[in-house]
Nanobody
Framework: QVQLVESGGGLVQAGGSLSLSCAAS????????MGWFRQAPGKEREFVAA????????YYADSVKGRFTISRDNAVNTVYLQMNSLKPEDTAVYYC????????????????WGQGTQVTVSS
């Protein structure tokens, strides 16, 4: 069992930055591909970014490529999402996710979800 707890969301003006963190419980954190997803009001949950088990590889949605950076620290069981040059369309609830299968480029079915953290970007 893995529990994921996100933090770091909030309100920021367009062009600003936010950093999200996701702390994971359990001893098997390094065995999971970790990712971030988001869901805007009235829209489907969508993939944002993923990082491989050993942090050797990352993958991003086209909409955030060049602006967001995903990273992980297996020593402290935490995955991060640094978000720069934020746009109003980035407004959403951001979810941390863990998958035992797949790679950063092809994340498998999500085994565990965090509770989500709200990110609001004002224009």
């Amino acid at each position: 069992q893995v529990q994921l707890v996100e933090s770091g969301g909030g309100l920021v003006q367009a062009g600003g930055s936010l950093s999200l963190s996701c702390a994971a419980s359990g001893r098997t954190f390094s065995s999971y591909v970790m990712g971030w997803f988001r869901q805007a009001p009235g829209k489907e949950r969508e993939f944002v970014a993923a990082v491989s088990r050993g942090w050797g590889s990352t993958y991003y949605a086209d909409s955030v490529k060049g602006r967001f950076t995903i990273s992980r620290d297996n020593a402290v069981n935490t995955v991060y999402l640094q978000m720069n040059s934020l746009k109003p369309e980035d407004t959403a609830v951001y979810y941390c996710a863990a998958a035992q299968r797949g790679t950063a480029q092809a994340m498998g079915a999500v085994d565990y979800w965090g509770q989500g953290t709200q990110v609001t970007v004002s224009s």
